[in-house]
Every structure is written in C-alpha cells, then in structure tokens.
C-alpha cells in the first residue's frame, strides 16, 4: 500500500508555470511506474504523461506536450514532479498522480490500470 499527496496547485494566468510534486510513503515507490492523470470538468480522467520506475523512460500521451510539461521523479525522496510552463486556459483541470504496481511491459494508459491515487490537486489557467 502506498499513500500519494500532490500539492504546488494553483491559479495561473495563461503563459505562466507550475511545479507539481507528488509524494509518496512507504519503501516500495521505485517499483511503480507513476502517471499524472488529469480531469477537467465534465470530461474523463486522461493521462498526461507517465515515467518508468528508474526514471530513464517516459510516455506522453500527447507529443505537443513534451515542449512544455516535463515528468521527472527523485527515488530517493520518494517523489514525483511535473513541470508546467506555457499553461493554456485548456490546461485547466485537476491533477492526480497515480502509482501503477503491475510488472507490464507496455505503458499503462487507462486510469484502471494504476492501483493508487492522491487526492489531486487543482490547477487553474486564466487567459
């Protein structure tokens, strides 16, 4: 079992950054592949972008992404980030981060496919 606590949401205006953190308990975080999902409102949980468990490796759902949200993870703190820069009103949403415990050898892109959540934090992009 491993508990996830996001924080570093808030209100920014378009063009501006964000650093999200997530942080995890317990000595097993190496071992999960982490995501940040997000969802606005009315829509369904997406995955943003997901980092392999030595933090070598990441997918991102969307490859217009890559030039401005950044996944990164420290194992030794036992936490993961995501660096936002260039927000968009559209960025707008609630971000969770998500531990996948599962040995598979694809990236996990469903959110039934990750075993544990934080609570999420908000982020609001104004234009």
């Known amino acids: 079992q491993v508990q996830l606590v996001e924080s570093g949401g808030g209100v920014v205006q378009a063009g501006g950054s964000l650093r999200l953190s997530c942080a995890a308990s317990?000595?097993?975080?190496?071992?999960?592949?982490m995501g940040w999902f997000r969802q606005a409102q009315g829509m369904e949980r997406e995955l943003v972008v997901a980092?392999?468990?030595?933090?070598?490796?990441?997918?991102y759902v969307d490859d217009s992404m890559k030039g401005r949200f950044t996944i990164s993870r420290d194992n030794a703190k036992n936490t993961v980030y995501l660096q936002m820069n260039g927000l968009k009103p559209e960025d707008t949403a609630v971000y969770y981060c998500a531990a996948d415990r599962s040995r598979r050898t694809v990236w996990g892109t469903q959110a039934n496919q990750y075993d544990y959540w934080g609570q999420g934090t908000q982020v609001t992009v104004s234009s």
């Open positions: 980092i392999n468990r030595s933090g070598s490796s990441t997918y």
């Open positions: 317990g000595r097993t975080f190496r071992s999960y592949v």
